[in-house]
């Protein structure tokens, strides 16, 4: 009973290291002191003062498009990458691609940000392009890492997926792209918005790797939000961080119902298989 | 007729083989010039000469032309200094070891508070260990900026902790935490512990109950059972969540830069500061090179752990 008690207390210590932040944070966003941390009543000028601050409403216009294009084009990559690796069997040069896979999972964020700048240098001194750096090296550099989380994440699905059911369509005739499109593309959708979701997610959130590979006059979001953060606290980003935290929030809320009722859709319909058969 | 589609199917078959080709290539080269070529820039320059040009480093290989013997040759100059540079200053080495301490402790406070955690999700009823695992993931879908900011207004004199403390009597005055070391303990912990649960989680479910059973059965002691049974069978999932936390805890710039005080030294930071405030692209580079051979050996364990575990699957 002892070790009972014992797991349950560390269950809730450890929840209220992961939320208490959370929660202050947001409270703090509501308060009329400047002082963050010194409680002077209830007031949402922040979210107005927010509302006016022109650089940080278009930084972070700018890093909603480079996350929405950079998670679309790793979802791409990614899932080229997460069908040879699990379904192309051996081909020449695998475990280097896999190699190549993993490894940006693991490289800490500053040898990747270095590496693509000086990518990006020599490679305007070589051929010209790109021109300058900004809104498209920043992409380039955020699909880079994201299209290996989404690489994974459709690999775990494929593996956990039946095979049986592309090999039927496989003996009855269809080529390897229709089977794709019609069969296991239908199956790993869930996994593929994951792949979106997360790439969207590390890109609206990187902060070390646009640094090095942005140019002048692109300032993403969170670059902003350092660079204040850097000389103490200020409860408009309190207010920002607050939006973020329910644009996640109803992110996850809308997945979940979609998921629920997919799920209910799917057994619904195996049930009518199952009558009519 | 006949021969019509075999030609047809002939041709098919040779799109299909063209399709595979395209799907494997496209991902392939995309990572060979984008994450590949840009490594071996790095391994390059790192044997460059800073200059006062743009870009700031001297080119490693050059034509020189002898305008009086009238030849021209390809020089190749490899500079060691950088690497001389970075054994030779105190700076560097103390970073280095400063950087594998504070990810050394940032992985065991990990583990400390994972492993209850994980342990006791895998103990819940088989319905609730899916939304209490779902808890442990969500704060990682809210920015990791915006989490370590949460931490600066608590762990600040006059903060959050500084006034339960006073309040509580334990302290008399505002207590600074925030721009030391073990602000960014605190704040690196939390930021991984989701990287340490998830792991540990999944060894721990996938446990066999009845050996726990057979071992109170044969008079054996929660405690002791825990420590012969349990403990032993998680191993996998307890090395695979700390290199989970250890490898990118070494490299972090964000942590420190933040909470930790001007004195906090880590090779992410000053990599960075070599690249912006000195321009010095060669000994960020060298740094770099340095950083990964420090990671190279825990990231193999990890590929080999990770190896291992699909082959069991």
């Avoid at chain 1, 002191?33 to 927010?50: A, I, N």
């Avoid at chain 2, 500061?273 to 060669?282: H, K, S």
Wanted: charged letters at 10%; aromatic letters at 12%; hydrophobic letters at 55%.
């Amino acid at each position: 009973m002892k070790r009972i008690g014992f797991l349950s207390w560390a269950l809730w210590f450890g929840y209220a290291f992961l939320y208490v932040p959370i929660v202050l944070l947001v409270v703090y966003s509501f308060n009329e002191s400047r002082l963050v941390t010194v409680w002077g009543g209830f007031s949402t000028k922040w979210y107005g003062e927010l509302m006016n601050n022109d650089a940080l409403l278009s930084a972070a216009g700018l890093s909603l498009q480079v996350a929405a294009v950079s998670a679309t084009l790793s979802v791409i990559l990614g899932t080229c990458a997460g069908m040879a690796m699990s379904r192309f069997g051996r081909f020449r040069g695998r475990t280097l691609f896999g190699g190549l896979i993993t490894a940006p999972l693991v490289m800490p964020e500053v040898i990747t940000g270095l590496s693509l700048l000086l990518l990006f240098v020599a490679m305007e001194q070589l051929i010209g392009w790109p021109d300058g750096r900004g809104v498209t090296t920043i992409t380039i550099a955020h699909t880079t890492f994201t299209a290996s989380y989404v690489a994974v994440v459709v690999q775990s699905r494929l593996a956990g997926m039946d095979g049986s059911l592309e090999e039927a369509a496989m003996d009855l005739g269809a080529r390897p792209a229709k089977v794709f499109f019609v069969i296991t593309l239908p199956i790993i959708a869930p996994a593929l918005v994951a792949g979106w979701l997360l790439a969207f997610t590390l890109s609206l959130d990187d902060v070390v790797v646009a640094s090095f590979v942005s140019g002048p006059g692109s300032t993403t979001l969170p670059m902003v939000i350092f660079s204040s953060v850097k000389f103490g606290i200020s409860p408009q980003i309190n207010a920002l961080a607050t939006l973020m935290i329910l644009l996640v929030a109803a992110g996850i809320f809308v997945a979940s119902i979609v998921m629920t009722r997919q799920d209910r859709q799917r057994k619904r319909d195996e049930q009518m298989a199952l009558q009519t058969g | 007729m006949r021969g019509a589609v075999s030609a047809l199917a002939a041709v098919l078959g040779r799109l299909g083989l063209w399709g595979r080709g395209v799907v494997v290539a496209v991902p392939y080269l995309w990572l060979m010039l984008f994450f590949l070529v840009p490594f071996l820039i790095v391994f390059g320059i790192s044997f460059s000469e800073s200059v006062i040009a743009q870009p700031p480093y001297a080119p490693l290989v050059e034509w020189l032309t002898d305008e009086d013997a009238g030849t021209t040759k390809l020089q190749l100059l490899l500079n060691l200094t950088n690497y001389l540079r970075l054994t030779g200053d105190d700076l560097y080495i103390l970073a280095y070891l400063n950087s594998v301490k504070i990810a050394l402790v940032t992985t065991l406070l990990c583990l400390f508070i994972g492993y209850p955690m994980a342990y006791a999700i895998a103990k819940a009823p088989p319905a609730r260990r899916g939304p209490l695992m779902m808890l442990v993931i969500l704060p990682f879908w809210t920015s990791f900026l915006i989490r370590i900011y949460a931490w600066i207004g608590i762990l600040k004199g006059n903060g959050v902790v500084s006034n339960l403390l006073e309040w509580a009597g334990i302290t008399s005055g505002p207590v600074e935490i925030l721009y030391s070391d073990w602000a960014v303990y605190i704040g690196m912990s939390y930021c991984y512990l989701p990287f340490m649960v998830l792991p540990l989680y999944s060894t721990l479910e996938k446990m066999d109950p009845t050996l726990l059973e057979a071992a109170a059965d044969l008079g054996c002691r929660p405690f002791k059972a825990f420590l012969t049974v349990t403990l032993p069978l998680s191993i996998p999932g307890i090395v695979a969540g700390s290199l989970l936390v250890f490898i990118p805890s070494v490299g972090e710039f964000v942590t420190p830069e933040l909470l930790g005080g001007p004195d906090t030294l880590m090779i992410g930071r000053v990599l960075w500061n070599e690249f912006f405030a000195n321009r010095d692209w060669p000994v960020a580079s060298a740094v770099a090179i340095a950083l990964l051979l420090v990671l190279v050996v825990p990231i193999m364990i990890f590929q080999y752990v990770q190896a291992r575990e699909a082959e069991e699957r």
